[in-house]
């Protein structure tokens, strides 16, 4: 057989798949912009049973070519997230998992969980007691959140899994993004990456959009600052559903995850509500841009209630772009 075509095969074979599966809604928290609509989403849409789960698993051929993510809900409440999570490393699958870190303030929870999952995505949405009850209705919930991703971390420098943060650009949250960051900083030792994520409006963020929606273009200087003490601090910052175009200085393109390549199933019961929204990131005007095709553009529910005028298609070339960093960057957009 050709060398080339036998290639080609053992490429498409090993291809790594992902897959996507929301348990359920159920929380230990009821935060106010929240997609799944918190505690109510939780009672009317239901959870998952271990059999659905593992039927999933079965029926997608889960193996070592494929990731499984989690998210919710809150995973880590369910009474049989281990042996969820035992019947997928069985297949020898990688396991990533979102998660506010609760449920790992107790130190023998957080060991087996740690056991099994591969990457952790985990949300420090405050830097105070208050601050994190406002948002999350659960105020007792700091420390043991605080605690929780003490001990990851700790588990961390002694297992085999990787740690990101991520922080959430709300309008309670919006003025407050360096402070966030610094206590991260003081806190915790260095995620591999700290996210600061944009809000989507749906679900509990679009029942509360007043208390919680705030346009990026007026969040962008906090944003911007938010980066610059992170990168005094030695923080790998990556700015999720936060195009470059709502940045006055090319310097904080670079910060902007652009599309992934990784494409993954949905797993998930959504609301009739959530499924007829549009499902669409970019402005017309987006065509224009150096950046289309690759920027992961608006959440669709932000774009749906905000519209496309903040975004400002940019026409300078990337050598141009980063030409103003004087030849250091490394990032994925460098074309140096
Ligand atoms: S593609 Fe659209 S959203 Fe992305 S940077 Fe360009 S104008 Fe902004």
């Given at each position: 057989?050709n060398s ?7 490429l ?10 929301t ?5 230990n928290n ?12 939780a009672k ?5 049973t ?5 039927d999933i ?14 998210d919710?809900g809150e995973p ?7 042996e969820?999570l035992?019947?997928?490393k ?6 990533k998992?979102?998660t506010?870190?609760i449920?790992c303030c107790?130190p ?7 056991d ?15 601050l994190?009850?406002y948002?999350?209705?659960?105020k007792?919930?700091?420390d043991k959140?605080v605690?929780g991703?003490k001990?990851?971390f ?6 085999n899994?990787s ?5 959430l ?18 806190e915790f030792p ?7 994520h944009?809000?989507t ?6 029942k509360n959009?007043?208390?919680v929606?705030?346009?990026?273009k007026?969040?962008?200087p906090s944003?911007k600052e ?9 923080q790998?910052?990556t700015?999720r ?5 709502i940045?006055d200085?090319p ?5 902007c995850e652009m599309?992934?390549?990784e494409?993954?199933?949905n797993?998930?019961?959504m ?10 990131s970019?402005?017309p005007?987006c065509?224009?841009?150096r ?8 959440w669709?529910?932000y ?5 496309y005028d903040?975004?400002?298609p940019i026409?300078?070339?990337q ?18």
């Amino acid at each position: 057989m050709n060398s080339m075509l036998q290639m080609t095969k053992i490429l498409k074979k090993e291809k790594t798949r992902s897959i996507q599966i929301t348990p359920g809604y159920s929380c230990n928290n009821d935060c106010i912009f929240c997609v799944t609509r918190g505690q109510d989403g939780a009672k009317m849409m239901g959870d998952m049973t271990t059999q659905q789960i593992k039927d999933i698993i079965r029926r997608k051929s889960v193996d070592v070519n494929t990731n499984v993510g989690f998210d919710g809900g809150e995973p880590t409440v369910r009474h049989d997230i281990i042996e969820i999570l035992k019947f997928i490393k069985e297949r020898k699958a990688r396991i990533k998992m979102l998660t506010n870190g609760i449920r790992c303030c107790d130190p023998d929870f957080a060991s087996t969980l740690t056991d099994y999952v591969d990457h952790l995505y985990v949300t420090v949405y405050a830097h105070t007691p208050e601050l994190y009850g406002y948002l999350t209705r659960r105020k007792q919930n700091f420390d043991k959140m605080v605690t929780g991703v003490k001990n990851l971390f700790k588990l961390s420098q002694k297992k085999n899994f990787s740690i990101d943060l991520k922080i959430l650009v709300c309008k309670p949250t919006a003025p407050k993004l360096p402070e966030i960051v610094k206590f991260i900083s003081e806190e915790f030792p260095r995620p591999r990456r700290l996210c600061i994520h944009g809000l989507t409006i749906a679900g509990n963020s679009e029942k509360n959009k007043d208390e919680v929606g705030i346009r990026l273009k007026e969040a962008a200087p906090s944003i911007k600052e938010a980066i610059n003490l992170g990168l005094e601090m030695g923080q790998n910052v990556t700015l999720r559903y936060i195009p470059p175009c709502i940045f006055d200085d090319p310097f904080y393109y670079d910060f902007c995850e652009m599309d992934s390549t990784e494409r993954s199933i949905n797993m998930v019961k959504m609301s009739r509500e959530y499924m007829k929204k549009p499902q669409e990131s970019y402005g017309p005007q987006c065509g224009e841009c150096r950046f289309h095709g690759r920027c992961v553009g608006l959440w669709p529910g932000y774009a749906n209630e905000y519209g496309y005028d903040e975004l400002t298609p940019i026409k300078t070339f990337q050598s141009e772009i980063f030409s103003s960093h004087n030849g250091s960057c490394c990032s994925s957009l460098c074309t140096g």
